[in-house]
């Protein structure tokens, strides 16, 4: 998708949506064609962030600290490549590479997300609290922060309730994140109209 971005010059939103439609369709249509082979579909749609192996938590813990650093390491680039690429390319930055090492962070955070909790709560999770985040800052260190902080209020919330009302907790996690959007939305507004 990155190459594509690159020398096609398309648009990443329309790019996520094609690929990850055919992608999504591919998959079914493998799973359905292999013989004797009968997975839980359900899972992958929704996860189970409940029943997560020890061994996936410490992989994770590992991926989030390599991420974390890498960020962290060559945040400067990654600001300027993601937000102005010809500025970046100005700066003699190497933008192709840059872009496509932030494409490979981003995949790493999903396909480490997926198994836990389902690529449902992996686009919702990672879509709205930074949503949220944005309406209220500008400063994109600010909006990184926020948007963490609003993925665990979400999630710790969403198994809270979930464990009151004794339904799946993922779901519950995804309606908590999209009412706080909704919510967020309805007072920006009646900010911005009073």
């Known amino acids: ?8 010059k398309q648009q990443m939103d329309t ?13 079914i249509l493998f799973v359905y064609l292999t013989p004797g082979f009968a997975p839980d579909l359900f899972s992958y749609l929704f996860g ?11 992989l994770m813990a590992v991926l989030t600290v390599v991420i974390v650093a890498v960020v962290a390491l060559l945040y400067q680039e990654l600001q300027a490549v993601t937000f102005d690429p010809d500025y970046a390319r100005v700066m003699n930055l190497p933008v192709e590479r840059l872009s496509l090492l932030l494409l490979v962070l981003i995949a790493l955070t999903v396909v480490m997300l997926i198994r836990v909790v389902g690529i449902i709560l992996v ?34 919330m969403g198994i809270w309730l979930s464990y009151l009302a004794n339904v799946p907790s993922g ?16 007072v920006e507004r009646l900010r911005q109209a009073g």
Not at 136 to 142: D, G, H
Request: overall charge positive; aromatic content about 6%; glycine content about 12%.
């Open 15 to 27: 790019l996520i949506g094609a690929v990850w439609a055919a992608g999504m369709a591919l998959g």
């Open 48 to 58: 189970n962030i409940l029943l997560v192996p020890r061994g996936d938590i410490l």
């Open 171 to 186: 779901a519950t996690i995804i309606l908590v994140s999209t009412l706080a959007y909704a919510g967020a939305l309805g």
């Open 1 to 8: 998708m990155g190459t594509l971005q690159l020398r096609a």
């Open 123 to 156: 686009i919702a999770l990672l879509t709205l609290p930074a949503a949220i985040s944005r309406l209220y800052t500008t400063r994109i260190w600010s909006m990184m922060l926020g948007a963490v902080v609003l993925g665990v209020v979400f999630t710790g």
